[in-house]
């Protein structure tokens, strides 16, 4: 048994250190609870706490993907002592300890190694970070050692996704081994503390509070197959993903019932514009500038002189708000409007952005099954010209759904991608026939590869027609799309001190603010609305 304080490895049992004489703790490898030295099971949870030795944790750096390790590498230094506030996840294998007395060794080992890869591909595709494998599962982080403005978010994202492929890979192992093999998932939202960060990315952290327990007791209540959340972790996703509440849980260590959540799937609503919208947004205030600057490039645009303008700013500083309010002037003009939103997580996402545009100007909604995304399809390019219905079979692939045409079907790589082009190229040319378009991409920073290059062979085809393509980004961050002549940019500065005052009052309903609350708030602020808001 390892002391915490000096690392000097003492025998099974033992329960103080002997090389510095420190108290010794034993923690349950599946669960996180404390134990008895001398204990052989685990009083919380009821499995073996030796599993630990059994199957040691592999190290870090041979599963954590290239681009995940570099960046945690990178940034080591600067975040060790941190306090972040992280997500943890937790998940196992229900009936884990029947399914190993039915099978070879060799059989359990591949069976669990099917698990826990899929495991982690769902907390890697998130960004998060596997800390610890424990028994059969997983404990995660979001949030630590890579900060996301997000990480509850992704963390929900990653049990859902990890819930999916597990459910299907119980399925296999169902109809090929006749055995069940079902899932749990439990996140907590709070604080921690980030210590050493190892050339091998082994990270040291300090849980404050009840920050990793009551993830690993959300676990061990959740039902096979669902993913429970505590309430820290609910009211930060709340606005992001459709949850059910499953009441209070007694649960061990905790005099209070805990109130918990079921995840239940991602709403619609995708940014946080969109979620303050669906509760009432603010007065909008300034930026008159800045409008005059897009109602003029519009205007360009609409006869027949295609623009491109980069929109960048400072995260919270209002470029969406500023295009929403755009949006709203460009549709009373009879301008049409589509637009496409990447993630923070969506880089490895091929054509995220791109879907959206398609499913924003077919009306398509998330749950919509594919009979109706094909009608939809269907209705919408009825009346475009005979080239452009070609393009549409290679649409339909975008959106995961039936071609329609075995040609398109048999394409190789290179022909599907160049049938995407074309269909996002006809889009544009037949929405903006006879009115006028606007095609808005946000947050491309956060772009794929795939719609990056997909964006390329639109800004050249919108130069000859009345297509308004405006592409929002922070600062320092631009796709690769080279220089054109019809190329514009608008840089969004903070708010000056009248401005943002009068945002601060129209948040809190009030005509005038104190001096003192005004001054804080600006102070505080500096110019940026989201500042303040956090």
């Known amino acids: 048994m390892e002391c915490e304080r000096c690392g000097h490895e003492n025998r099974a049992g033992a329960a103080f250190c002997e090389q510095c004489g420190a108290a010794l703790k034993l923690t349950c490898p ?39 390790a570099d960046r945690i590498l990178e940034g080591r230094e600067a975040i060790q002592g941190e306090r972040r506030t992280v997500t943890v996840l937790f998940t196992d294998a229900a009936g884990f300890t029947p399914i190993s007395e039915r099978l070879d060794e060799e ?18 595709h998130f960004e998060g970070t596997v800390v610890q494998f424990r028994g059969d599962g ?11 403005e997000d990480s509850a978010g992704r963390a929900v994202a990653a049990g859902l996704e990890m819930q999916r492929t597990l459910g299907q890979y119980g399925d296999e192992l169902k109809k090929r081994l006749q055995i069940d093999c079902r899932f749990r998932v439990g996140l907590n939202t709070g604080p921690v503390v980030v210590g050493s960060i190892s050339e091998k990315l082994e990270m040291d952290f300090t849980a404050l509070g009840d920050t990793v327990n009551l993830a690993a007791r959300m676990e061990q209540s959740a039902e096979l197959g669902t993913v429970y959340l505590t309430a820290n972790t609910y009211r930060a996703v709340a606005d992001y993903f459709d949850c059910e509440s499953v009441g209070d849980l007694q ?27 669906a509760r009432g947004l603010s007065p909008f205030v300034g930026r008159d500038q800045e409008m005059a600057t897009l109602e003029g490039y519009l205007k360009r645009a609409s006869d027949g002189r295609g623009q491109v303008v980069f929109v960048a700013g400072e995260a919270g500083i209002g470029k969406s708000r500023l295009l929403l309010e755009f949006r709203r002037r460009a549709e009373t003009m009879g301008v049409a409007w589509i637009e496409g939103q990447c993630v923070s997580y969506g880089r490895n996402i091929p054509y995220l952005p791109m879907v959206d545009l398609l499913k924003d100007a077919f009306g398509i909604e998330e749950q919509d099954a594919e009979e109706r995304i094909i009608a939809r399809l269907d209705e919408q390019t009825a009346s475009w010209n005979r080239d452009a219905q070609g393009t549409v079979p290679f649409l339909r692939l975008l959106l995961n759904v039936d071609a329609g045409d075995d040609a398109a079907k048999r394409t190789d790589a290179m022909g599907r991608r160049a049938g995407i082009y074309a269909g996002l190229r006809a889009l544009v040319a037949e929405e903006s026939a006879g009115q006028g378009l606007v095609v808005l991409v946000e947050d491309v920073h956060w772009i794929d590869q795939e719609s990056e290059a997909a964006l390329g062979t639109l800004v050249d085809f919108v130069a000859s027609l009345p297509v308004l393509l405006v592409l929002s980004h922070r600062p320092g961050v631009t796709p690769g799309l080279g220089e054109r002549s019809y190329y514009s940019r608008l840089v969004l500065d903070d708010l000056p001190p009248d401005e943002s005052a009068s945002v601060a009052a129209g948040v809190l309903g009030s005509d005038s603010l104190p001096n003192d609350v005004r001054d804080l708030i600006l102070n505080k602020a500096e110019g940026n609305p989201f500042t303040w808001k956090k």
Do not use: N, W
Request: glycine letters at 6%; a positive charge.
């Open 30 to 68: 599946h669960c996180g609870a404390d134990a008895r030295t001398e204990a052989k099971f685990c009083d919380s949870c009821g499995k073996p706490l030796e599993a630990e030795k059994v199957a040691a944790s592999p190290d870090p750096l041979s599963y954590t993907p290239a681009h995940l």
């Open 107 to 124: 059989e359990v080992y591949r069976l669990m190694q099917g698990c826990l890869q899929r495991m982690m591909d769902a907390v890697h």
């Open 138 to 148: 997983v404990m995660a982080l979001f949030g630590a050692p890579i900060a996301h």
């Open 251 to 277: 649960v061990k260590g905790k005099r209070d019932a805990v109130a918990a959540y079921r995840a239940v799937g991602a709403k619609e609503v995708r940014t946080r514009l969109e979620a303050a919208a």
